[in-house]
């Protein structure tokens, strides 16, 4: 899994420490590559938050943590990537939050 760089974004500022919010999923290509984004805040949204390979099982997984460059908070929209295509599936970013569905995870593609 790969970590986004911390750099400073006008606009986009890392909020306090928190723990991640964790999304995961199942069924996507082996080596797809998983990107998510901050859609809320402006200057944010083309800032990488985290992203993940997806596995040989389909699998994939990613942390997004309370002073993530992508300047979470409490109820902000998770945006997803699947290699070069935005999925329609979006998140609300929530410290600690995991998928409503904690056996099957987050359907990207429907």
């Known amino acids: 899994m790969a970590t986004a760089t911390r750099t400073a974004v006008p606009g986009c500022s890392p909020g306090p420490s928190a723990p991640p919010a964790i999304y995961y999923g199942f069924e996507l290509a082996e080596g797809a590559v998983?990107?998510?984004?901050?859609?809320?805040?402006?200057?944010?949204?083309?800032?990488?938050c985290e992203r993940s390979?997806?596995?040989?099982?389909?699998?994939?997984?990613?942390r997004i943590a309370g002073d993530s460059i992508c300047g979470v908070r409490n109820g902000d929209t998770i945006i997803f990537k699947i290699g070069e295509e935005f999925s329609a599936h979006e998140e609300t970013w929530v410290a600690g939050g995991v998928p409503a569905d904690v056996?099957?995870?987050?359907?990207?593609?429907?």
């Open 34 to 48: 998983v990107t998510t984004f901050n859609s809320t805040r402006p200057g944010c949204e083309d800032i990488v």
């Open 53 to 62: 390979t997806v596995d040989d099982g389909g699998f994939w997984i990613v």
């Open 103 to 110: 056996a099957q995870g987050i359907a990207l593609r429907e």
